[in-house]
């Protein structure tokens, strides 16, 4: 049976790939199923530095499945909100589990990149755009809202205002505007791609892990935390980097001035 999401991995960056090309990688529940699974294994696995998540073919991912839509609405009136909710438990899963990735996490967005597909990019650190990406926040198009993070995310990467025009209009935006607006961070050659977008992933990673996973998680909570909370999570965490192989070898390697 063909793998839904595939895993590569080489020089302890793992390359995560959505793999339904012929339906443009749209989520369906079996991909959803797979991706939680393969997220909570690159998460533990100690030997993966970074993660590059990308879409097979050519497009990144066209969000929701449409057909799995139009099977859902045949449920009983009674059913469809409840067995929403519980879908909806599955695919917030999804996006917590790769925002919160205790590593860096680059988006390859090699195509069209709509609805929870842009949702997914958004939910990565950073995102690099093929020249043939774009990007839409198409769920008003489907009389429906952003499920999968986009109204937490995109305001902070573009700004309120910008991101109340993308989500109201469903807009496309290509690559270019993308970086421009900050909504992606870097734009390249679609041939070279995945290995661009690996090779910052690499660059990203090459800290401290336990460094790079408390900063990740204090950073990613401080435009809702107070300034005492931020010191606060910074001085926990300050403690526990003061116990690492990594500080005590760092400091040591300076000291002998063998540290270049």
Same mark, same amino acid.
């Given at each position: ?5 595939? +895993? ?18 749209? /989520? ?10 393969? +997220? ?25 499945? /449409? ?14 909100? *409840? ?10 899963? !999804? ?30 650190? *950073? /995102?690099?755009? !093929? ?28 700004? +309120? ?31 070279? +791609? ?16 336990? !460094? ?37 070898? !760092? ?10």
């Amino acid at each position: 049976m063909t793998a839904l999401v595939e +895993l590569a991995i080489e020089d302890k960056i793992a390359v995560v790939t959505l793999n339904r090309p012929e339906v443009r990688n749209a /989520i369906n529940d079996a991909l959803r199923i797979e991706l939680i699974a393969m +997220l909570e294994h690159v998460g533990t696995d100690e030997t993966v530095r970074a993660v590059v998540l990308t879409g097979k073919g050519k497009s990144f991912c066209a969000g929701g499945d /449409i057909s799995g839509m139009k099977e859902r609405l045949k449920a009983p009136p009674g059913d469809v909100a *409840f067995n929403g909710w519980r879908r909806q438990g599955q695919t917030h899963k !999804s996006i917590v589990l790769l925002h919160g990735l205790p590593k860096p996490v680059v988006a390859a967005v090699n195509g069209a990149a709509a609805g929870l597909g842009c949702d997914l990019a958004l939910a990565c650190d *950073f /995102i690099v755009a !093929s020249e043939q990406a774009q990007f839409t926040m198409s769920f008003v198009k489907r009389g429906l809202v952003s499920d999968g993070g986009g109204m937490y995310f995109l305001p902070r990467r573009v700004g +309120l205002a910008r991101a109340k025009e993308l989500i109201f209009t469903g807009r496309v935006v290509d690559a270019r505007e993308a970086v421009a607006i900050g909504l992606a961070d870097r734009v390249a050659p679609a041939e070279t +791609l995945v290995a661009d977008a690996t090779a910052w992933a690499r660059e990203l990673s090459q800290g401290s892990p336990a !460094s790079i996973a408390f900063s990740k998680a204090i950073l990613d909570r401080s435009f809702e935390s107070a300034e005492e909370q931020v010191f606060a999570l910074g001085r926990e965490a300050q403690a526990v980097c003061y116990t690492t192989a990594e500080h005590r070898e !760092s400091v040591e390697a300076f000291l002998n001035k063998t540290d270049r």
